[in-house]
Structure formats: structure tokens, C-alpha cells
């Protein structure tokens, strides 16, 4: 095969290579689960809603995999959640306290629902684009590098909060 029948194969249509149509359909995927996992947030028993949101984010991790064609391990993938949700600082483990607001009676509900389903969507957004970047690198959760996971799940996490807070929207 010549050069520029490869290089033509790995062009899609309109010039969108598969990588970059991998992106895409990663982002698609990662939003929606992002939107999915606000209603975990919202749900107003205790501990059922961390348990949604697990499923939830487990659930987006094996439609990432897919996409790369990677074997997905549920058992390995829900301690790197935990590694890197834990790692987030103690002021944002502070919205993690939602599920404990739920079980003041009456106005507990109302007050775990407001700030669960913005760590929700955080913490979902940001595991979305950490594993759409390790899987889309080629590489296995043998050769992960948990620090630097870790320090770009934080990023993710607080750009997605800082995007969403009043002031930026300019409601403030």
C-alpha cells in the first residue's frame, strides 16, 4: 500500500481522521454521563446516591474502553475511582458530604441535593477526560501513572466546579 493510500485510509470523512472522531464520540460519551450523573446527585436517600453515581461512572468508563478497544477490569477500575476521588482536596470532599446533609430531616434533602449534584457531574466530567486520556494513549492500567492522574483529575474537577459556580456564569 502506498503512502497516501494509508494516510487517505485513516481519513474518515470531511478530513476527520480516527482519532479525532474517537475525541468526539468521547466527549459525547463523557458529557452524557455527565448529565446522567446530576440526577444521582439529586437523589434524595442517603447513600443511594453514591451508589448511582458509581454506576453511573462505571458505566461511562466501560463505553470510554470500548471505544479503544479496551478490556474493561470493574474490580481495578473502581480503586482508581477511589484513589483519585479521595485525592481531591478537603475543600472539595467538602461537597462529598452531600449524602450526610440527606439525613437531617425535612430541609436535608433539599441542601445534600444542591450541592450533590454539582460534585456529582465534577467528579464524573473529570474521571471522564482522565481515562479518555490514558485510554486514548494506547496504554494499560499496568503503566498508570497514579500522581499525575491524580494531579489532572484535580484540574479537571475544579475547572469543571469553577465553570459552574455562579460567578462565572456571571449570575453573581
Known amino acids: 500500500m502506498s503512502k497516501q493510500a494509508t494516510t487517505d485510509a485513516t481519513v474518515l470523512t470531511h478530513g476527520i481522521t480516527d482519532h479525532q472522531a474517537n475525541e468526539h464520540s468521547a466527549n459525547n460519551i463523557i458529557y452524557k454521563y455527565t448529565a446522567i450523573s446530576t440526577g444521582a ?12 453515581l458509581s454506576g453511573v461512572q462505571l458505566a461511562m468508563l466501560n463505553e470510554l474502553g470500548k471505544l479503544y478497544n ?6 481495578r477500575m ?6 483519585l476521588v479521595t485525592s481531591l482536596p478537603a475543600s472539595a470532599l467538602v461537597n462529598s458530604t452531600s449524602t450526610l446533609f440527606k439525613m437531617v430531616p425535612f430541609i436535608g434533602p433539599i441542601l445534600g441535593g444542591i450541592s450533590g449534584y454539582i460534585y456529582s457531574a465534577a ?12 485510554f486514548a494513549s494506547g496504554m494499560s492500567l499496568l503503566s498508570l501513572d497514579v500522581e499525575k492522574m491524580k494531579q489532572e483529575f484535580q484540574a479537571f474537577h475544579s475547572d469543571y466546579i469553577k465553570s459552574k459556580s455562579p460567578a462565572a456564569s456571571g449570575t453573581a
Open 41 to 52: 446527585g439529586l437523589i434524595p436517600v442517603p447513600f443511594l446516591d453514591l451508589l448511582a
Open 70 to 75: 479496551y478490556k474493561f477490569e470493574e474490580h
Open 78 to 83: 473502581k480503586s482508581i475511582i477511589g484513589v
Open 123 to 134: 467528579s464524573t466530567f473529570a474521571l471522564g477526560k482522565v481515562f479518555n486520556a490514558h
